[in-house]
């Protein structure tokens, strides 16, 4: 007897996500980027570092990111901030990138406080980006977050309907991560 049943999910197109937010960022003409990650073992850091470097490597003359990826629980400070606290500490008075692209929105706010605590105005000095549009959090960040939304309740919604509507389907289904435009980029 197995354990594998063939069943449909919906899940969150993560690839789509980050690649709609890194084109944001292309836009706006961000050009040393500094990627936190989550940590690689994540289901969701493959998809979200793939759709970054798609986007960003799709400009002319991109300039290579510096990349961390956080090991162990991401929204803790010794993971969360230690690589940039660290950063700083080398160049106290310059930042060496514009922009930071955070993993999820905990490491955002994780960013934003150690930022702020060092007098670098966001993003006047330097802009963040977070993702996941974390409920009971993003309303907290000043200025407002720029971020990615997981979306939790179409997810609901698309599982709930493919029983009601006797779907028989099988397989992955992405569900579109919509971007949430803040003032913190």
């Not at 706006?28 to 936190?36: E, H, I, R, V």
């Not at 509507?165 to 971007?179: A, D, Q, R, V, Y």
Request: aromatic share 10%; proline share 6%.
């Amino acid at each position: 007897m197995t354990n594998d049943i063939d069943v449909a999910s919906y899940i969150p197109n993560d690839f789509q996500g980050q690649f709609d937010l890194t084109e944001l960022l292309v836009k706006k003409g961000y050009k040393k980027p500094l990627c936190m990650y989550i940590p690689e073992k994540a289901i969701a850091a493959k998809e979200r570092k793939n759709g970054f470097e798609k986007a960003w490597f799709n400009q002319l003359s991109p300039q290579i990111p510096e990349q961390h990826f956080m090991i162990g629980t991401p929204h803790t400070y010794e993971n969360g901030a230690k690589p940039l606290e660290k950063l700083l500490e080398n160049n106290p008075n310059k930042l060496d990138f514009d922009i930071i692209v955070c993993g999820n929105d905990r490491i955002a706010f994780l960013a934003y406080q150690l930022l702020l605590s060092r007098g670098f105005r966001i993003p006047e000095d330097v802009a963040v980006v977070g993702y996941d549009n974390m409920v009971g959090v993003t309303h907290l960040f000043q200025p407002s977050l720029t971020t990615v939304q997981l979306p939790h309740y179409e997810m609901g919604k698309q599982a709930a309907l493919h029983f009601i509507e006797g779907i028989n389907s099988i397989g992955e289904n992405l569900i579109t991560c919509p971007l949430i435009i803040g003032q913190s980029c």
